[in-house]
């Protein structure tokens, strides 16, 4: 059998492509998820005392910060590298790029020696290889999720396209769950001083296992039509760009009140409620945080199975509305000097994110042709990295120094919920439509000319 020929695949391949796909889609991501927030977990909590030591504690975040920043700029570039060839090669041989590129950045970064050790050489290969973690992972998503959503159910989109996106719940539990067992089991000082390179090294394994699996996938069977037909374009990021610009800023719009908070809860309340003013432990932030991960796991495939009967934007627009509330509850709750309260916080803090983030890959890859869909779906969605998630530490660190509260931040989560709520309106749903028929893109295209 051709592994790209459609024709060739039974009904009972079919189903045994789509479980291998969806399993191969979630180990993989979960893996590129891991490493990408074990270095968001050390920026907040590791990096400022080892390759910033000389600055004070607020400019060492702040630099820490920086670098995790740099990651989600180059994140579109990923999009825009592996979406090219994705659209003219095929998905699965870009997925396994992605995880070898992911995966050794990541040990490297394990190795690397400290600025007390480097100067001021460390902090400036650490961008480097920050930059090679940032490009896998926007070339990482796209193929991810349509590798999953193409094999399965097409009656079923929403929840097939979920199953990639537990990886990043998945990646959480496993990155914190190690960091937290490495600093439990060393102590503070130890864990800072070289702890904390192992769970970076332990990424190499991770990588083996799921280029084990992901070998074993054969190419999507609508990917395989486009070939078939000879419909695969010659430069998709220059066509999708030129087809489609108005879904491609609405998904990169719409993943603000998802993104933005994400991060903030992830990344930003680590250091918030490690500092002198709460002086909570590192384990209590990071158990918290863990168990708010494994709550996802099952709330992310739930709300993408809603997805599907009640309809994508009403649960996206629903988890957007309380996402812009909870900003305000969840601050109060952190700086109440309740214990139990802050913990409850940190452990719920993931559900608005999930109701967005369950049906958030099937909106915006539906929203472009097969063979634009992976350079369409992955430069939507990674452009929000720029606007959304890349500054969300950063704000969110300038916003507490400057104003003093944390109740600043609940403005900045508030804003960005209002942004997304007007992209969602304008964003087309396709959760009906047959998108494996290219005349459903192009009578859109057509009629939106005839509009303007």
């Known amino acids: 059998m051709s592994k790209l020929e459609p024709a060739a695949v039974s009904g009972l391949e079919q189903r045994s492509q789509a479980r291998k796909a969806a399993i191969a889609s979630t180990i993989g991501t979960t893996i590129e998820w891991y490493d990408y927030f074990l270095y968001g977990t050390a ?4 990096f400022p005392h080892v390759f910033f030591p000389h600055m004070s504690p607020y400019l060492g975040l702040i630099s820490a910060f920086a670098t995790y920043f740099v990651g989600f700029l180059a994140r579109p570039v990923g999009a825009a590298i592996f979406g090219h060839w994705g659209d003219r090669i095929g998905r699965k041989a870009m997925l396994i790029i992605t995880l070898l590129m992911m995966g050794i950045s990541t040990a490297l970064i394990g190795v690397l020696p400290g600025a007390t050790t480097w100067g001021d050489a460390a902090p400036a290969v650490l961008i480097i290889l920050r930059i090679f973690q940032g490009i896998a992972v ?14 399965g159910d097409q009656k079923r989109r929403g929840l097939m396209a979920s199953w990639p996106q537990l990886g990043v719940a998945i990646g959480i539990i496993l990155s914190t769950g190690l960091l937290a067992v490495f600093n439990g089991i060393m102590g503070t000082d130890a864990f800072i001083a070289w702890g904390w390179r192992i769970p970076f090294l332990l990424s190499l394994v991770l990588v083996g296992i799921g280029l084990y699996i992901r070998l074993k996938i054969l190419e999507t069977p609508m990917f395989a039509e486009v070939v078939k037909t000879q419909k695969t374009q010659k430069a998709p990021v220059l066509e999708v760009i030129k087809r489609y610009p108005k879904a491609i800023i609405l998904s990169a719009l719409l993943r603000m009140s998802e993104q933005m908070p994400f991060y903030i809860v992830t990344a930003f309340v680590l250091s918030y409620l490690t500092d002198k003013n709460h002086n909570y432990s590192y384990n209590f932030v990071l158990i918290g945080t863990m168990i708010a991960a494994a709550i996802e796991l099952f709330c992310v495939p ?14 996206y627009l629903i988890g957007a509305a309380i996402t812009g509330v909870w ?45 634009l869909r992976y350079t369409g779906a992955g ?10 998630g890349g500054p969300a530490a950063l704000v969110a660190t300038f916003l507490l120094h400057q104003f003093g509260t944390g109740y600043a931040v609940s403005v900045y989560i508030l804003v960005s919920a209002l942004i997304t709520i007007a992209a969602a309106f304008g964003l087309r749903d396709y959760s009906k439509s047959d998108i494996s028929d290219p005349e459903t893109y ?11």
């Open 43 to 46: 920026a907040a909590l590791v």
């Open 302 to 315: 739930y709300f993408g199975h809603l997805s599907d009967t009640v309809g994508r934007k009403k649960i």
């Open 379 to 388: 430069l939507g969605y990674q452009l929000a990295s720029i606007i959304a």
């Open 442 to 452: 192009t009578r859109e295209v057509k009629g939106s000319r005839r509009v303007s």
């Open 138 to 151: 926007g070339g990482e998503w796209g193929g991810s999720i349509l590798l999953s959503m193409e094999w």
């Open 327 to 371: 900003g305000f509850v969840y601050f109060a709750l952190l700086d109440s000097g309740i214990g139990w309260l802050v913990f409850v916080a940190l452990c719920v803090a993931l559900i608005p994110h999930a109701m967005q983030y369950g049906p958030q890959a099937s909106i915006i890859a539906e929203n472009f042709p097969t063979n």
